[in-house]
């Protein structure tokens, strides 16, 4: 039996156009926010990537490229190397090669579902620019978990399938351009009914006055 997690995980999925929505994103987070950041983004297994350059001069956040094992813990952000899939487990980050002959990838969609499993009721999934599908199963995992949903605005990506699948699915719970997304995820892990719900053992034995409809 895992034990229950005192923080919220942060898993971010993206592909094509996803660097500049990434950025976008980190800029309006706090470098105190309590929530840890793990990026999955579709990556050429040719080229070094630029993420970790990139964020350092956005963001006071520890930036890291995770490495089999690597604790998760608040306040840092977590990149997926190259060539690699992803997935966690009590909290630790786990590496696989990626199989490239004749099957298809999907890294967010095996990220997502794990961490869903590992992290349930504080996992948050955010699907960002990207084409094709992927992610699209893993935050239904999210959903059925208790977790909550983040698409953006496909008016804002520059490539709009990702988060269209992701909206399609009917389980997001808020689409809004990249910017916007972290004061809302941060609405949402301090509101008071959370809190409540974080506190206690399970919803039954939380006061009355905290079982208001949430609204952020």
């Not at 950041?37 to 579709?42: A, N, S």
């Not at 080229?47 to 964020?55: A, G, Q």
Request: charged share 25%.
């Amino acid at each position: 039996m895992v034990s229950k997690k005192d923080f919220y995980v942060v898993g971010i999925g993206a592909s094509a156009g996803g660097l500049e929505a990434i950025e976008t994103f980190f800029t309006k987070v706090p470098a105190d926010s309590g929530l840890a950041f793990v990026i999955v983004q579709h990556l050429s297994p040719d080229y070094k990537s630029l993420m970790p350059e990139i964020l350092n001069k956005r963001t006071n956040l520890n930036v890291l490229t995770a490495e089999d094992g690597m604790l998760v813990e608040p306040n840092n952000i977590y990149l997926i190397p190259r060539k690699m899939n992803m997935k966690i487990f009590h909290s630790k980050l786990q590496l696989t090669e990626k199989v490239t002959i004749n099957v298809l990838n999907l890294p967010i969609d095996i990220f997502l579902h794990s961490l869903a499993e590992d992290f349930e009721d504080k996992a948050i999934a955010v699907i960002l620019s990207g084409t094709g599908s992927d992610g699209s199963r893993g935050i239904r995992v999210i959903k059925e978990n208790g977790g909550i949903i983040f698409a953006q605005d496909p008016d804002s990506a520059k490539f709009d399938g990702m988060p269209k699948s992701a909206v399609t699915t009917g389980t997001v719970d808020f689409i809004l351009p990249p910017q916007e997304i972290p004061e809302k995820i941060i609405s949402y892990v301090k509101h008071p009914f959370i809190q409540a719900k974080d506190k206690y053992s399970d919803l039954t034995s939380v006061p009355d006055d905290y079982m208001a409809k949430i609204n952020l």
